[in-house]
């Protein structure tokens, strides 16, 4: 079984940076695609990024791409989020969550970071 704890998150001023870390348990971490997620109160889960098992492909939700950057360090069972330019409506619980294929659903799902972001 995988667990996840993601971390990182926090309030900025909009047009900075964060940083979140989804941290996984278990030796298995690589095989494994990893997601990012963000819900807002009052508003539906959305993907904000995916990642392949190796890293060689990645996927991005419209509002996000060019200004967020998802990665993953198999060695330290890791996986990033790197967000720059931050906007208001980017304010969410972000959770990191692992599937077994590109296009099947996540298996695993961590606790969430808050992201708050003021105008």
């Known amino acids: 079984q995988v667990q996840l704890i993601e971390s990182g998150g926090g309030l900025v001023q909009a047009g900075g940076s964060l940083r979140l870390s989804c941290a996984a348990s278990?030796?298995?971490?690589?095989?494994?695609?990893m997601n990012w997620f963000r819900q807002a109160p009052g508003k539906d889960r959305e993907f904000v990024a995916r990642i392949s098992e190796n890293g060689g492909r990645t996927s991005y939700a419209d509002s996000v791409k060019g200004r967020f950057t998802i990665s993953r360090d198999n060695a330290k069972n890791t996986v990033y989020l790197q967000m720059n330019n931050l906007k208001p409506e980017d304010t969410a619980l972000y959770s990191c969550a692992a599937g077994p294929r590109w296009s099947l659903p996540s298996d695993y799902w961590g606790q969430g970071t808050q992201v708050t972001i003021s105008s």
């Open positions: 278990g030796r298995l971490f690589s095989t494994y695609v």
